[in-house]
């Protein structure tokens, strides 16, 4: 499969933008930064940084979400978010933008 550096850049800046820009809490950045990338694949990735996002994915939706009378209530995002710890979320913002950079390196190679 081709990378598409191209499109793995156009997901990843803005979303490292968000964590960096942003006076919202950490938890807000996080799940902003997240639901901007989460539609990407892990096989969209090279290996390296396959890893990386899959195990972003994990940790911000590991709560799961919440359903009543089988009607999602609080999604599973949002739902982990409530979970969290600011360190956990603080390593979260970390392995985002550790993400950012390596795609960004793999990109402007190209």
Request: negative net charge; without cysteine.
């Amino acid at each position: 499969m081709t990378i598409d550096t191209d499109r793995l850049w156009e997901k990843l800046y803005p979303a490292a933008w968000k964590l960096a820009r942003s006076a919202d809490s950490i938890f807000d950045r996080i799940g902003e930064a997240f639901r901007g990338i989460r539609d990407l694949k892990g096989e969209e990735f090279p290996p390296e940084e396959r890893l990386i996002y899959n195990e972003i994915t994990v940790r911000m939706t590991r709560a799961g979400a919440v359903v009543e009378n089988g009607a999602v209530t609080i999604g599973a995002v949002a739902n982990t978010l409530k979970t969290m710890t600011e360190t956990e979320a603080t390593e979260i913002a970390e392995s985002i933008f550790e993400l950012f950079v390596q795609v960004a390196e793999i990109h402007f190679k190209a």
